[in-house]
T-cell receptor, first 113, second 115 residues
Framework: QKEVEQDPGPLSVPEGAIVSLNCTYSNSAFQYFMWYRQYSRKGPELLMYTYSSGNKEDGRFTAQVDKSSKYISLFIRDSQPSDSATYLCAMTGRTGGYQKVTFGTGTKLQVIP | GAGVSQTPSNKVTEKGKYVELRCDPISGHTALYWYRQSLGQGPEFLIYFQGTGAADDSGLPNDRFFAVRPEGSVSTLKIQRTERGDSAVYLC?????????????FGPGTRLTVL
């Protein structure tokens, strides 16, 4: 079993829809949770970062962490065609001063105009 | 300002050959990471440098893989006796200090194809 499980999709939604992306994890040592966006043939770009259970909002994006269930989510409101990309959940534990990040497989999202 | 750059963007080689992949981090970033991303997968950690030293190389798959960062800036990932299974996108990332809460900035990757 992988430490981080993520549905690879693809997920196709109409423009303006609310998108829900999810990951589960098994390693209780994970303390920091991130969502990255990766466009085709580009490197991942950090979208959201949180280190506690609860919600964190940034514009149209909301990250949710439930450590008791080992479950994290990313919600995208009013989705746009420019949101079409692969979304990677990522997490890391306390490694004494650096990030040894474990990524999910990524969910490919397509927003249809 | 300039982001992380990686060269070459694409590399095609034959099985058994030696390859070098280069990463130029953001100026002033002391932490540098290498990842490997296979098709349809997320990036997998390979190695972490803090300054010139490899602080964690636990992700290197075997002794055919080696990385250096002699002056604490540019890094080179070296793969000996390449195998078809080494085909992947090799990503480099840098961060200011390497702290738990730092943001890692990724380069565009080098797409390695081993024929």
């Amino acid at each position: 079993q992988k430490e981080v499980e993520q549905d690879p999709g693809p997920l196709s939604v109409p423009e303006g829809a609310i998108v829900s992306l999810n990951c589960t994890y098994s390693n209780s040592a994970f303390q920091y949770f991130m969502w990255y966006r990766q466009y085709s043939r580009k490197g991942p770009e950090l979208l959201m970062y949180t280190y506690s259970s609860g919600n964190k909002e940034d514009g149209r994006f909301t990250a949710q962490v439930d450590k008791s269930s080992k479950y994290i989510s990313l919600f995208i409101r009013d989705s746009q065609p420019s949101d079409s990309a692969t979304y990677l959940c990522a997490m890391t534990g306390r490694t004494g001063g650096y990030q040894k990040v474990t990524f999910g497989t990524g969910t490919k999202l397509q927003v249809i105009p | 300002g300039a982001g992380v750059s990686q060269t070459p963007s694409n590399k095609v080689t034959e099985k058994g050959k030696y390859v070098e992949l280069r990463c130029d981090p953001i100026s002033g970033h002391t932490a540098l990471y290498w990842y490997r991303q296979s098709l349809g997968q997320g990036p997998e950690f390979l190695i972490y440098f803090q300054g010139t030293g490899a602080a964690d190389d636990s992700g290197l798959p075997n002794d055919r893989f080696f990385a250096v960062r002699p002056e604490g800036s540019v890094s080179t990932l070296k793969i000996q006796r390449t195998e078809r299974g080494d085909s992947a996108v090799y990503l480099c990332a840098s961060s200011p200090q390497g702290a738990d809460t730092d943001t890692q900035y990724f380069g565009p990757g080098t797409r390695l194809t081993v024929l």
